[in-house]
Antibody, heavy 122, light 109 residues
Framework: QVQLVQSGAEVKKPGASVKVSCKAS????????VHWVRQAPGQGLEWMGR????????NFADNFQGRLTMTTDRSVSTAYMELTSLKSDDTSVYYC???????????????WGQGTLVAVSS | EVVLTQSPGTVSLSPGERATLSCRAS???????LVWYQQKPGQAPRLLLY???NRATGIPDRFSGSGSETDFTLTISRLEPEDFALYYC??????????FGQGTKVEVK
């Protein structure tokens, strides 16, 4: 069965960076884009970006250009998200998600990681 | 940029009742890119419907979706206890990428 398992919670100081991992299993890793989505406490969902493990192609939401790095390691079927210059309002749960493929339909996220809480506080 | 507005913000219903959730786009969007998710407290979102009306694997048929252009609807025909949750619509466009509505909470009356 498809699973995305993320790394554990992090506490960071303002200005620091955080790197979250997302280990995929149960499917061919290179065949599906991996997305990153975050959710601030009590707030809605915010798309951050996506990466193709096959080609390395990346797309970024405007809000994260220059601060977000997405990588993959195909040897261990793992995607990584690194966010730099952290601020208190970056405190959120960060999710990885797989972009599904159903016939001609894509653009939906069919499997999600369990989420990683990143708390930014001085 | 397309903005998705969900209404109502919160709806209070009883088990067995019908829930009708709205997602309105600020301009016409492709129905192929309109998606619905369910989220329960402390959990990741779960895919319900993709391309407006296609149920994801394992989603019961009491969940249905409809709509086109700017108006989309998620209907839960008869609420089960496990359906009380937050619901988000989502859309993709080439720019700025993927956007979500602000969510509708379905709570127990």
């Amino acid at each position: 069965q498809v699973q995305l398992v993320q790394s554990g919670a992090e506490v960071k100081k303002p200005g620091a960076s955080v790197k979250v991992s997302c280990k995929a299993s149960g499917y061919t890793f290179v065949d599906y884009f991996v997305h990153w989505v975050r959710q601030a406490p009590g707030q809605g969902l915010e798309w951050m970006g996506r990466i193709s493990p096959f080609s390395g192609v990346r797309n970024f939401a405007d809000n994260f250009q220059g601060r977000l790095t997405m990588t993959t390691d195909r040897s261990v079927s793992t995607a990584y998200m690194e966010l730099t210059s952290l601020k208190s309002d970056d405190t959120s749960v960060y999710y990885c998600a797989r972009e599904g493929i159903r016939g001609n339909y894509r653009r939906h996220f069919d499997f999600w990681g369990q989420g990683t809480l990143v708390a930014v506080s001085s | 940029e397309v903005v998705l507005t969900q209404s109502p913000g919160t709806v209070s219903l009883s088990p067995g009742e019908r829930a009708t959730l709205s997602c309105r786009a600020s301009q016409s969007v492709s129905s192929d890119s309109l998606v619905w998710y369910q989220q329960k407290p402390g959990q990741a979102p779960r895919l319900l419907l993709y391309a407006t009306s296609n149920r994801a694997t394992g989603i019961p048929d009491r969940f249905s979706g409809s709509g086109s252009e700017t108006d989309f609807t998620l209907t839960i025909s008869r609420l089960e206890p496990e359906d009380f949750a937050l619901y988000y619509c989502q859309h993709f466009d080439s720019s700025p990428g993927w956007t979500f509505g602000q969510g509708t909470k379905v709570e127990v009356k």
